[in-house]
């Protein structure tokens, strides 16, 4: 089977399993982000941002760097960035937050979202900018209330990316039925290429059994997905 990742941390100059034929690599900080920009495009395409973990490791001027960036690489997108309620100065994360997505809004990017216990304060960023968002947003690992899926797909343009691991967490069954099939993503989340393929095959089994298709509906139904979001930033031939 041929697989795509929607959201990973592997750096993109590092060889890809073959089975994998579309990745979504996230930078997290600003120290990552010229060699994910420099590798973006084809079946490898790039996010960069500043996770809510990192905040405090950002310099002066990280928004001008940042919009360069953007501006002279068409096939990147913006994140991981996000909310998280786990970690410090909640104000700073916030911020941070709002001005890369009006980044994302001004140069046409899809966002890559991190939101951990703080999905009440993400859904109200949104509708205070719901004139000035991103083209799309992918929620990775979403772990949000089910009953929010169908709004958020319909208002924002929300897709959804689950990893077998999640399986332990309470609700990913109802979220996985929950989620529209054209907003459906699976992603590993991992650092490095074994552990990419392992759990990708082991998602796709696991929205096998959950959503009663073949292993193959469900790649080639994906597949269609990753070509959904990346679409945004493929080149214009």
């Not at 809004?105 to 009440?120: K, N, Q, T, Y």
């Not at 772990?143 to 958020?152: A, V």
């Not at 109802?174 to 993503?185: E, I, M, Q, S």
């Amino acid at each position: 089977m041929k697989y795509t990742d929607a959201h990973c941390h592997i750096k993109p100059n590092v060889f890809s399993n073959p089975n994998v034929v579309g990745r979504i690599c996230n930078a997290t900080q600003e120290s990552e982000w010229a060699v994910f920009a420099e590798n973006s495009g084809d079946e490898t395409f790039t996010s960069i941002g500043v996770h809510p973990w990192y905040i405090t490791s950002v310099q002066n001027g990280w928004q001008s760097r940042m919009a360069e960036i953007l501006r002279q690489n068409q096939t990147v997108m913006v994140g991981e960035i996000g909310l998280d309620k786990y970690h410090a100065d909640m104000p700073t994360q916030i911020q941070m937050f709002i001005e890369q997505m009006e980044l994302a809004h001004d140069f046409r990017r899809p966002v890559h979202l991190h939101c951990v216990g703080a999905w009440d304060k993400m859904l109200h960023i949104l509708k205070e900018h719901k004139n000035a968002l991103p083209p799309a947003i992918l929620a990775h690992g979403f772990s949000g209330d089910q009953d929010l899926i169908e709004k958020l797909a319909n208002e924002y343009n929300m897709f959804f990316s689950y990893h077998a691991s999640d399986n332990a967490t309470d609700g990913l069954v109802a979220r996985v039925l929950a989620t529209p099939n054209d907003k459906l993503l699976i992603e590993s989340d991992a650092s490095d290429t074994a552990t990419q393929i392992q759990i990708l095959q082991e998602t796709v089994q696991t929205l096998s059994d959950v959503l009663g298709a073949a292993p193959d509906d469900i790649c080639a139904q994906n597949y269609t997905n990753f070509q959904r979001i990346t679409s945004y930033v493929r080149p214009i031939d």
